[in-house]
């Protein structure tokens, strides 16, 4: 199988079901994101820090991708005839494990009493722009609902995830004793 297809060489992309948008179209800059947030899990979980990490970031990227999909298909070719949609959220790992994730990690680290620069160490920078591209993905997932509906689960799962890669940086600045400069205004 060829990976070009040349069918997007006019600045349309196809969603699952055959619809052609433009490459700018809302639904892309959401999945697109998404993607590009996925890419940016790869990295960290790359880092030789992350060793404890890595299962649980591989099940992060598998619900991405999950996401991706959902983002990818319109409401009306996501709903089988009985009734059923096709993308089933349910078969992504909920966004409690998360907050479970996140609530032993805080269970060692300092208080945080300010907010914190971003920095100090690779694999913490990596957590901050994971962050922030979480961050823009659920500001695109958040219009693309005022538009359509989007499960949820997703607007939940997406917005919790922003915060476990806040308090995962925090624990490897911690467990690599990288000072967090705080901002004081």
Not at 43 to 56: N, P, T, V
Request: net charge negative; with cysteine; charged share 25%.
């Amino acid at each position: 199988m060829k990976i070009y297809t040349k069918t997007g060489d006019t600045g349309t992309t196809a969603l699952y079901g055959g619809t052609r948008v433009l490459k700018n179209d809302l639904r892309i800059e959401a999945y697109g994101t998404v993607d590009e947030l996925n890419s940016y899990l790869g990295l960290i979980r790359d880092q030789k820090e992350a060793a404890k990490e890595r299962l649980f970031l591989i099940e992060i990227q598998k619900n991405l991708f999950h996401i991706g999909a959902i983002l990818a298909t319109p409401l009306e070719k996501a709903v089988l005839k009985n009734g059923k949609h096709r993308l089933d959220v349910t078969k992504m790992t909920s966004e409690q494990l998360l907050e479970q994730a996140m609530d032993e990690m805080n269970e060692y680290l300092p208080e945080m009493t300010h907010f914190v620069l971003p920095g100090g160490q690779s694999i913490v920078s990596y957590c901050h722009i994971a962050r922030c591209i979480c961050r823009r993905a659920e500001r695109f997932i958040v219009s693309l609902h005022q538009e359509e509906e989007v499960a949820p689960t997703v607007l939940k799962y997406i917005n919790r995830l922003s915060d476990y890669l806040f308090v995962l940086a925090r624990k490897f600045a911690f467990e690599n004793e990288v000072e967090e400069i705080k901002w004081i205004p």
